[in-house]
């Protein structure tokens, strides 16, 4: 067997919890000898220029991270992902790995190519990076794809515009064979490939299971932190993987990204349990399809578990809300091989005084705070540390250094509308005043918020949120304790205090019935008797008000054994 084939040894792997998708863990990195061979030989093919997409793509397959794909896909394969979501074979795979380039040039060569040949793929300098052993050559049919992999042929769509953007007209199917890695820029020291993960989860750390998650341009917030601690109570392990590929125009840059989670995974994650780890995967936007292949992914890296978000890889409302929870319905557990376990939105709510989910959570939108990605993002272009109950401050004092743009524009504004952004994080805002509080006599526009309403709804956030279920604690402790010593005397006098100044009123009302007449001479001045045994009678009622005092001696009544300590302590002596 030549070394290209297999990574890690086949004996140990077949003992391990998880086994790579498809069976085996693909490596088609040449090394030493044979890649020298290769490189050699890669300079006088044929050569097609690749972008640094497809540079990524090969470098994943290469590395087994898209196993059991040894190559880009000939049509059948192709066609058969396309419509069923599966190989030929009947493997699930939820995206095509085609290979159709663009431009002239290449266009040119292609013409030239038959089945059989090596086709040597190169960077912009011209530099082999892998080399392709063509085994079909067939028409790319855009709209086909589209369709078929996004529901949707609308350019507005990211990932249809990606087609048409990138792709050529002819399609290359083949295995290939990486000559070069790409370097990961800050990331290269602590990048992982699946052959490093595989060993340090069942070999070093002996983990008998572990949980992945792949995440993408936001900042590290407490609805990750919530379904990572979910995945720490239930497995041995966390891998975490921040995506860092651009996606978009607007993001937080990488290295400051991976440093927001690495700030919160130091003072809140147990450091011997979870591993982080960069993923350079391309964005396929390929919304549920997408989520299957992550969790695909997940595999190929050793996981036995996927934890999958809510919006996970979404895109604005080309799917349902949950369209990329429902898609795994259409897989068995043994097809798919990995334990998927799937989160509902979570939100802060600061009524329960805790992250939680409409699967966890009773209470309305007064008492929440939403985490919102996009909103966060914005919050930290504002210049604001977002509410501590939805970012932590570790995460967001080095993610405001990173997110880009900073600041705010010539007319005080970020990038989305200011309106949205309170919307989409202070659910509560246009409704009600404050956090948990009373209705607005008339609900705000959110077209018609502005920096100020942002700042309010901060400053009430800061102060109110963990009021909410302190205050409610501070009450049943008042009436529960028993040790009074825990309740401090203030209350006790204060209520005292309210109670004698309601005797004094009431005494003086009682003096007042005594000489009232029975007709008043003036009655804006003085009262009849009527009127004042109306007085006194609620100022008596007032008394039922007042809470009491709750002085320890008064509640010795609530202290009480029917049998005495001794005899739980195991003496039946009386
Ligand atoms: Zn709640």
């Known amino acids: 067997m030549s070394q290209e084939t297999y990574v890690l040894d086949e004996e140990k792997l077949a003992s391990y919890p998880q086994q790579p998708h498809g069976g085996k863990l693909v490596n088609r990195v040449l090394t030493g000898k044979e890649r020298e061979n290769a490189m050699e030989k890669a ?23 898209l196993s059991p794909n040894e190559g880009f896909m000939n049509e059948e394969e192709y066609k058969s992902v396309l419509t069923k ?8 795979w939820p995206v095509p790995l085609s290979f159709a380039p663009v431009g002239d040039r290449n266009e040119q060569i292609i ?45 507005n769509h990211p990932g249809v515009d990606s087609i048409y953007r990138r792709m050529g007209e002819t399609a290359l199917g083949g295995p290939i064979q ?17 052959k490093d993960t595989w060993k340090l989860f069942y070999e070093e750390k002996k983990f008998n299971s572990v949980g992945g998650f792949i995440t993408g ?85 050793g996981c036995t578990h996927a934890f999958i978000g809510r919006d996970h890889a979404g895109i604005g409302d080309y799917y349902d809300k949950y369209a990329s929870h429902t898609i795994f319905d259409e897989f068995t557990a043994d097809e798919l091989g990995i334990g998927i376990r799937l989160f509902h939105e979570v939100f802060y709510c600061t009524r329960c005084d ?19 990605g996009t909103g966060i993002r914005e919050l930290l272009r504002y210049g604001v540390l977002p509410p501590k109950e939805i970012v932590r401050p570790e995460s967001a004092q080095i993610a405001m250094q990173g997110i880009q743009p900073k600041g705010v524009d010539e007319n005080n504004l970020a990038v989305s509308p200011v309106g949205k952004t309170i919307k989409s994080i202070f659910p509560y805002y246009l ?69 004698q100044q309601q005797e004094m009123v009431v005494e003086s009302l009682e003096e007042k019935v005594n000489k009232a007449a029975d007709k008043a001479s003036d009655e804006f001045m003085y009262q009849d008797k009527g009127e004042a045994e109306r007085e006194l009678s609620v100022a008596r009622k007032i008394f039922n008000d007042i809470p009491g005092a709750l002085r320890s001696e008064e509640l010795e009544y609530r202290v009480w054994n029917p049998l005495p300590y001794q005899r739980y302590r195991g003496s039946d002596e009386e």
């Open 178 to 194: 990486l000559l070069r890695r790409v370097h990961w820029g800050p990331f290269e020291s602590i990048r992982l490939e699946p």
């Open 354 to 372: 805790s992250p939680a989910s409409d699967q966890t959570c009773p209470h309305d939108d007064r008492y929440r705070i939403n985490i919102s």
């Open 43 to 65: 300079k006088k093919l044929p050569m097609i220029m690749v972008d640094l997409e497809a540079v990524i793509t090969l470098e994943m397959i290469a590395t087994g991270v």
């Open 217 to 301: 341009a936001n900042p590290l917030h407490r609805g990750h932190e919530y379904i990572h601690r979910n995945a720490l109570e239930e497995l041995d392990g966390l891998l975490v993987q921040p995506l860092v590929e651009m996606a978009k125009r607007e993001y937080t840059r990488h290295e400051y990204r991976m440093l927001s989670y690495r700030g919160v995974l130091n003072a809140y994650y147990p450091k011997e349990r979870t591993i982080l780890a960069p993923l350079r995967v391309t964005y396929i936007f390929a919304g549920p399809r997408e989520a299957v292949l992550h969790a695909l992914i997940m595999k190929n890296y």
């Open 85 to 92: 979501g599966r190989l030929k074979n009947g493997v699930v």
């Open 431 to 499: 409704n009600r005043s404050r956090l948990g509080g009373p209705e607005r006599s008339h609900p705000l526009e959110a077209g018609k918020l502005t920096i100020d309403d942002l700042e309010a709804a901060i400053l009430d956030v800061r102060s109110n949120a963990d009021r909410i279920y302190k205050e409610i604690f501070d009450e049943f402790s008042y009436v529960t304790d028993t040790l009074r010593s825990t309740q401090a005397d203030w209350i006790a006098d204060a209520r005292e205090s309210i109670y």
């Open 111 to 155: 013409e030239t190519l038959s089945v059989g040949d090596d086709v040597a793929l190169v960077d912009e300098t011209y530099d082999p990076v892998a080399i392709l052993a063509l085994d079909d050559l067939f028409e790319y049919d855009k709209e086909f794809r589209a369709w078929h992999l996004f529901g949707t042929t609308d350019r």
